[in-house]
């Protein structure tokens, strides 16, 4: 499988993961903006930047600096980095979620804070 078409995939997985979980979802097109996918829940938004990988994601710092500057536009957003890889003997924390054959990981940027979207990032919380 090609990195892109990886790549698209992960997008999907962390969509439909959110979209599974009464998260009304969005994906951009091209994934050409600093969010990947655009998640509403009520008043509470999701801006997700999806990285994926069999080894280490690339993470450019620009992109982190774009998703956090367009959340601080719009009220009530959370800038989010999902990290998306096949599931794997590895460490996880109690935050990485188990889709398939994959492992996401969330974290709130840019306090790198991991987190679970559907439990975590409601109004309510």
Known sequence: ???????????????????NNNWLVFFSKG???????????????LLVQVKSST???RIRGHEIQ??????????????????VHPHLNCNTNNNTI?????LLNFFLLPEWISVN???HLTLDS
Do not use: H, W
């Open 117 to 119: 979207p559907v439990t």
């Open 55 to 57: 080894k280490i994601p």
């Open 1 to 19: 499988m090609s990195c892109s078409k990886f790549g698209r995939e992960a997008e999907y997985l962390a969509g439909l993961y959110l979209s």
């Open 66 to 83: 774009d998703l956090v500057q367009m959340a601080k536009k719009i009220s009530n957003s959370y800038p989010l980095l999902s990290l």
């Open 31 to 45: 994934s050409k903006g600093p969010a990947d996918i655009v998640a509403k829940q009520d008043k509470t938004i």
């Open 98 to 102: 188990s889709f398939g054959n994959y």
